[in-house]
T-cell receptor, first 111, second 112 residues
Framework: ETGVTQSPTHLIKTRGQQVTLRCSSQSGHNTVSWYQQALGQGPQFIFQYYREEENGRGNFPPRFSGLQFPNYSSELNVNALELDDSALYLC??????????FGQGTRLTVV | SQQGEEDPQALSIQEGENATMNCSYKTSINNLQWYRQNSGRGLVHLILIRSNEREKHSGRLRVTLDTSKKSSSLLITASRAADTASYFCATDQGDSWGKFQFGAGTQVVVTP
């Protein structure tokens, strides 16, 4: 158990819809990073939040957005879903410069 | 482009044997972390090795880091069926703590 929890576990959405994924970080961790993992590939960095501010972004379009709350939990929002957005979405929490621990992920299927 | 590249892509061994996989990267790093993933679930943290360290151990795991060759290796000794999983290395550079770059992973199958 890492103490990092993600919800929901699985989700099916229709193309064009919007989705919100949630991540509760481990106690004492102020940094949350989000990753997208397509089937058979390694995770790809989406963005990171540090103390409620976005702190870097990968090569993802603006329809991928996020938030971090004062308790350091975080949300990932994806608008105008496309079929290629189907993937496992992972969040990782850490304190600055310590090990990063991942949640179990949210499996998103876009139909 | 991917920073970490694991090698081999797949590895099949029998219980009790050792498993070795390698990770190569392209640019200087702050740290390198190894993770395990079972059947498309979340990543389980195995070991963090910092750029000024050369070797770390954790139970049956041994990780080495050679910054001159920009490579790392993960050795699992006396493997068990439960070690069947995909293994990833994750690197970060500069001020980009936690903004990991992953390779495609090494898929390890341990047969009883």
């Amino acid at each position: 158990e890492t103490g990092v929890t993600q919800s929901p576990t699985h989700l099916i959405k229709t193309r064009g819809q919007q989705v919100t994924l949630r991540c509760s970080s481990q106690s004492g961790h102020n940094t949350v990073s989000w990753y997208q993992q397509a089937l058979g590939q390694g995770p790809q960095f989406i963005f990171q939040y540090y103390r409620e501010e976005e702190n870097g972004r990968g090569n993802f379009p603006p329809r991928f957005s996020g938030l971090q709350f004062p308790n350091y939990s975080s949300e990932l929002n994806v608008n105008a879903l496309e079929l290629d957005d189907s993937a496992l979405y992972l969040c990782a929490s850490s304190a600055w410069t310590t090990e990063a621990f991942f949640g179990q992920g949210t499996r998103l299927t876009v139909v | 482009s991917q920073q970490g590249e694991e090698d081999p892509q797949a590895l099949s061994i029998q219980e009790g044997e050792n498993a070795t996989m390698n990770c190569s990267y392209k640019t200087s790093i702050n740290n390198l972390q190894w993770y395990r993933q079972n059947s498309g679930r979340g990543l389980v943290h195995l070991i963090l090795i910092r750029s000024n360290e050369r070797e770390k151990h954790s139970g049956r795991l041994r990780v080495t880091l050679d910054t001159s060759k920009k490579s790392s290796s993960l050795l699992i000794t006396a493997s068990r069926a439960a070690d069947t999983a995909s293994y990833f290395c994750a690197t970060d550079q500069g001020d980009s703590w936690g903004k990991f770059q992953f390779g495609a992973g090494t898929q390890v199958v341990v047969t009883p």
